[in-house]
């Protein structure tokens, strides 16, 4: 079909709904945590790290690491507070290259994503998700399939 007929059928409602894209990366499930309020896809070996100076979830798969870690909200979401927000997170030696993109605001949820490279050269990738009373950052470590890092930081809910 053609855009003008799609286009008319979604005005009367009629729009087939679109299939995304991406799939669920093999043996890969969906964790919920209830103390976070969220739920996300992650690798199998998924488990909050004890270690961890603050709540942490971590998975490793073919060799990357991925992270949900609770940091301290700030008052005022400036581009200053999100910028110490993912630092907080990779550390101060993975600043001299870090970004910020794609801010995305409504009444009751924040989020940006990150890419940034430290000073061993691995290149990371995340996604801040801040809500009116919690701020996480969702991190991928060393190299992972794309797919993979695109599952797991636009998996959140």
């Not at 087939?16 to 669920?24: F, I, L, Q, T």
């Not at 979830?57 to 991925?66: I, N, Q, S, V």
């Not at 870090?98 to 009751?108: A, F, H, I, Q, T």
Request: glycine share 8%; aromatic share 6%; with cysteine.
């Amino acid at each position: 079909q053609d855009a003008f007929v799609r286009m008319q059928k979604c005005q009367k409602g009629e729009a087939a709904p679109v299939a995304s894209g991406r799939k669920e990366p093999d043996g890969w499930k969906r964790i919920s945590d209830d103390s976070w309020g969220i739920s996300v896809l992650m690798p199998p070996s998924a488990a909050v790290d004890p270690g961890a100076k603050s709540r942490t979830l971590k998975a490793m798969h073919e060799g990357a690491t991925y992270e949900i870690v609770e940091i301290e909200r700030p008052k005022k979401l400036e581009s200053q507070a999100m910028i110490k927000l993912v630092l907080a997170h990779v550390g101060i030696g993975c600043q001299k290259e870090l970004r910020l993109n794609g801010l995305v605001e409504s009444d009751k949820l924040t989020f940006t994503r990150f890419e940034t490279s430290c000073a061993k050269g691995a290149r990371l990738y995340g996604k801040l998700w801040i809500t009116e009373n919690r701020a996480l950052s969702l991190l991928v470590r060393e190299e992972a399939k794309a797919d993979n890092r695109e599952a797991f930081l636009d998996s959140v809910k």
